[in-house]
């Protein structure tokens, strides 16, 4: 079965750090590009940032870039979010997502993951 | 930075069609996908690459886009298909996504 299990969230103070890992099973990881999505509390859905599958970065979302990195484990089938300098309005659930075609990008995300809550506040 | 305009709610009755319309400057000549997303679980991917339905998605739903606007379409709709839609696009190496429409079957 294609599984997407996320861990790592919690409650973290303003300016904090926190790292989401994300554990693929089921399919061949190092095929397909990875990307984290969020949905903040009565927002939509936003996307934060993606890495094709060779490691590379893909690109942020402009209110991410700088204090988010992206990674990836292919060895371990894990992918990972390090959020630096928290701020309140990241407080959201996060979502890792796989995309659908193999070694490319800029298509559909059409496995998700359950989320994982991260919560900002002092 | 990209924009993809989505109504905020729709209304339809069990049975009837639903249309649900995402819109953005020149998106006719992007691909489109379309998520259902229920709260507490994860998103769906229903439509990719403006029409195409993954497995297991049923063929009552159905989409196009074209000049500045992308449709998703629900034919027949079921009470189970209340749930909030997203669309999505890229834009220089950027998804970005609709701000999403609830779907109200009434």
């Known amino acids: 079965e294609v599984q997407l299990v996320e861990s790592g969230g919690g409650l973290v103070q303003p300016g904090r750090s926190l790292r989401l890992s994300c554990a693929a099973s089921g399919f061949t990881f190092d095929d397909y590009a990875m990307h984290w999505v969020r949905e903040a509390p009565g927002k939509g859905l936003e996307w934060v940032a993606g890495v094709r599958w060779n490691g590379n970065s893909i690109g942020y979302a402009d209110s991410v870039r700088g204090r988010f990195t992206i990674s990836r484990d292919n060895s371990k089938k894990f992918l990972y979010l390090q959020m630096d300098g928290l701020r309140p309005e990241d407080t959201a659930f996060y979502y890792c997502a796989k995309e659908i075609p193999k070694h490319t990008t800029g298509d559909a995300f059409d496995i998700w993951g359950q989320g994982t809550m991260v919560t900002v506040s002092s | 930075s990209y924009e993809l305009t989505q109504p905020p709610s729709e209304s339809v009755s069990p049975g009837q069609t639903a249309s649900i319309i995402c819109s953005g400057d020149k998106l006719g000549d992007k691909y489109v996908s379309w998520f259902q997303h229920n709260p507490g679980q994860s998103p769906v991917l229903v439509l990719y690459q403006d029409y195409k339905r993954p497995s297991g998605i049923p063929e009552r739903f159905s989409g196009s886009n074209s000049g500045n606007t992308a449709t998703l379409t629900i034919s027949g709709t079921q009470a189970m298909d209340e749930a909030d839609y997203y669309c999505?696009?890229?834009?220089?190496?950027?998804?970005?996504f609709g701000g999403g429409t609830k779907l109200t079957v009434l």
């Open positions: 999505q696009a890229w834009d220089s190496s950027a998804a970005v």
